[in-house]
Antibody, heavy 120, light 107 residues
Framework: EVQLVDSGGGLVKPGGSLRLSCAAS????????MSWVRQAPGKGLEWVGR??????????EYAAPVNGRFTISRDDPKEMMYLQMDSLKTEDTGIYYC???????????WGQGTLVTVSS | DIQMTQSPSYVSASVGDRVTIACRAS??????LAWYQQRPGKAPKLLIY???NLQYGVPSRFSGSGSGTDFTLTISSLQPEDFATYFC?????????FGQGTKVEIK
């Protein structure tokens, strides 16, 4: 069964850091691109960033609001992806989902999400 | 960034109704559009990609149409499990952007 499990969310103060994890199983993780998408409380979906596969040199790309503060990495042997979030702001609050990023641009499947709350 | 605008924001409908949701892109995206379903408290699920293609396992009562800037998601006969929020997403350019969502509620 194809599965993604997100973890690592929690409460953090503005300016703080948090690292999210995404555990993959049931598919050839090393070959796929992966993305993070977030959803502010009661709001829509916002693409955060992605990491390509080893075939593309594990290249990363980020949305403008998080560029320079967030870093995506992956550990292919462990079938894990990570989102290191630094200099967190209150507007970073939301549920963070990891997802397989089809090179055509679609996202499927998705993890169950992990809640990040940035508040003093 | 390409702006995606959905209408309506809310739909009140009954089981068996035909429901249509529109999505408009701020510029031509060809057929690079996907639709997702999000049930309360759950992650989004891909329903349709490339504007018209049904993802594997998605019931045939769901269909997509359109190209360029105007797209439509149609549910031909609404079922109890279809009450959810639906999002469109463009995959033509970076960054990928989503519509604000359309909530389908029980009448």
């Amino acid at each position: 069964e194809v599965q993604l499990v997100d973890s690592g969310g929690g409460l953090v103060k503005p300016g703080g850091s948090l690292r999210l994890s995404c555990a993959a199983s049931g598919f050839k993780f090393t070959n796929v691109w992966m993305s993070w998408v977030r959803q502010a409380p009661g709001k829509g979906l916002e693409w955060v960033g992605r990491i390509k596969s080893r075939f593309e040199g594990w290249t990363t790309e980020y949305a403008a609001p998080v560029n320079g503060r967030f870093t995506i990495s992956r550990d292919d042997p462990k079938e894990m992806m990570y989102l290191q979030m630094d200099s967190l702001k209150t507007e970073d609050t939301g549920i963070y989902y990891c997802t397989v990023d089809y090179q055509d641009g679609w996202f499927d499947p998705w993890g169950q999400g992990t809640l990040v709350t940035v508040s003093s | 960034d390409i702006q995606m605008t959905q209408s309506p924001s809310y739909v009140s409908a009954s089981v068996g109704d035909r429901v249509t949701i529109a999505c408009r892109a701020s510029q031509d995206i060809g057929g690079w559009l996907a639709w997702y379903q999000q049930r309360p408290g759950k992650a989004p699920k891909l329903l349709i990609y490339s504007a018209i293609n049904l993802q594997y396992g998605v019931p045939s009562r769901f269909s997509g149409s359109g190209s360029g800037t105007d797209f439509t998601l149609t549910i031909s006969s609404l079922q109890p499990e279809d009450f959810a929020t639906y999002f469109c997403q463009q995959a033509n350019t970076f960054p990928r952007t989503f519509g604000q969502g359309t909530k389908v509620e029980i009448k």
